[in-house]
């Protein structure tokens, strides 16, 4: 907005010098002395800024934008933090069970325990899930090894996770996927008289055997 003050004495008096007071009532007209006149002009540039009106809001929508997706940003961080801390809590409650179950051994990645605990199938497999472990499935001659060793601490006869309840003949694991490694004893096995679960002797070697029998108990973490 533009405001032009005009100041008629003072634009005048120096303009004349001030030579006469007739002289200056005659230029000065309709005019009372020492009048000034204050002209207000409305700015022309009203429309041009009504048209960058929207252009702010645009910048507001962009502004809104970045901050929607920042928070979408913290929001997806601390969902991950949490899992991971979950993960973590799982991890050390493991962890722990693992440590106060005594008689283990440590093959790769894989910890086989027993706390001494015995039973048929059913209370093996409800025993080790209630430690946040399986029933001990030998994967490989070293797993086998690993176990056998705890089998012979105890002298007993071991469970295994091994099954052909589904299909005769067809040793799946507790996934229901068939085993790749075996060590079966000589003539074994035989299923005899519905014999769907597998037992391990001292000496490492394999029998099947009905599952409503009494076994040491062997999880593996």
């Known amino acids: 907005m533009l405001i032009l003050l005009v100041l008629s004495p003072l ?36 429309e041009e800024r009504d048209q960058g009106l929207p252009a702010v ?15 979408e940003r913290l929001e997806t961080q601390i969902r991950d933090l949490q899992t991971q801390l979950d ?4 991890s050390v409650i493991k962890t722990q069970q693992v440590l106060l179950t005594p008689h283990g051994v440590i093959v790769g ?11 048929d199938y059913d209370a093996g497999r409800a025993s080790c899930s209630h430690m946040g472990s399986t029933l001990a499935v030998p994967r490989d001659a070293a797993e086998n090894s690993a176990i056998q060793q705890i ?3 105890h002298n007993a006869k071991a469970l295994l996770g091994i099954t052909d ?11 229901g996927s068939v085993i790749e490694y075996s060590n079966w004893a000589q003539g074994e096995p035989n299923s005899k ?13 394999w029998h099947d055997r009905d599952c409503a029998l009494d076994w040491l108990i062997i999880c593996e973490f």
Not at 109 to 119: L, M, N, P, Q, Y
């Open 57 to 71: 809001q645009e910048l507001q929508g962009v502004k809104e934008d970045i901050n929607n997706s920042e928070f």
């Open 151 to 153: 089998v012979t601490w």
């Open 109 to 119: 990645k894989k910890i086989f325990k027993t706390d001494g605990t015995r039973g």
């Open 165 to 175: 309840m589904a299909e005769e003949d067809k040793f799946v694991d507790l996934n």
């Open 193 to 205: 008289g519905n014999e769907d679960c597998v037992e391990m002797h001292p000496d490492g070697k």
């Open 87 to 90: 993960n973590l809590k799982a």
């Open 11 to 46: 634009f005048l008096g120096v303009s004349m010098q001030r030579t006469t007071t007739l002289a200056t009532r005659r230029v000065l007209r309709g005019w009372f002395p020492n009048a000034c006149t204050l002209v207000i002009c409305a700015p022309p540039e009203t």
